[in-house]
């Protein structure tokens, strides 16, 4: 399967732990996208890679997030100190680097916190 | 502050049947917009897309019609099938043809009976 690939699948934590997640794009997309999908919402946008470079971040990435793409190929998103507002399926997406290039989604990674 | 507001929430559909799906959005820096499909334990994935110099588009049975002046795009879904049976985001992006940023609606979830 060359899709975006996401670990783990569900995750469940104690409240004030920390977690990290990691997503493995298409490789050769360049762009890489974190989104939080709490039920019934539509996605957030989070935060966007191009290559090693973080461009964007959202208000919504307090400083209890942080997310890396060393040597621009995965990216991991950590949170510390988890709270139980975190509890979402948090979705990973890559691209090319292009006008009109699609993006694609992992299936997500869910996380409960406890 | 909700910038994409979609509508109906659910919509049922018999097979054959037109479904269709209204959003407006708030920010004229939009750019572009986007319609994804999410099935249950799946991420998002991109039905079609449309920017504002156009008022219509058309793939398959999959149409984006858009009024600019009214800040309002829909999704309209001819010979509906039940394997269309999932939940449907609009979205929107002030950066054309790419992932970043994008603004999701909340989402409705279609069913289509036999």
């Known amino acids: 399967d060359t899709g975006v690939s996401q670990d783990p699948r569900h995750k469940i934590t104690k409240r004030g732990q920390n977690v990290t997640f990691r997503c493995d794009p298409i490789?050769?997309?360049?762009?890489l996208y974190w989104y939080r999908q709490t039920l019934g919402q539509g996605p957030e946008f989070l935060t966007y890679f191009q290559n090693e470079a973080q461009l964007e971040k959202s208000r919504l990435l307090s400083d209890r997030f942080s997310a890396e793409r060393p040597k621009g190929s995965f990216s991991t998103l950590e949170i510390q100190r988890t709270e139980q507002g975190d509890s979402a399926m948090y979705l990973c997406a890559s691209s090319p680097q292009g006008f009109g290039t699609e993006a694609f989604f992992g299936q997500g990674t869910r996380l409960t916190v406890v | 502050q909700q910038q994409v507001k979609q509508s109906p929430q659910s919509l049922i559909v018999q097979k054959g049947g037109i479904s269709i799906i209204n959003c407006a959005y708030e920010n004229t820096a939009f750019d572009y917009f986007p319609w994804y499909q999410q099935f249950p334990g799946k991420g998002p994935a991109l039905l079609i897309a449309?920017?504002?110099?156009?008022s219509e588009k058309k793939e398959g049975r999959f149409t984006i019609s858009f009024n600019k002046s009214a800040k309002q795009f829909s999704l309209h879904i001819m010979d509906s099938q039940p394997g269309d049976s999932a939940t449907y985001f609009c979205a929107a992006s002030p950066y054309t043809g790419t992932a970043s940023k994008l603004t999701f609606g909340t989402g409705t979830r279609l069913q289509v009976t036999l």
């Open positions: 449309i920017r504002p110099d156009v």
């Open positions: 490789s050769e997309h360049n762009r």
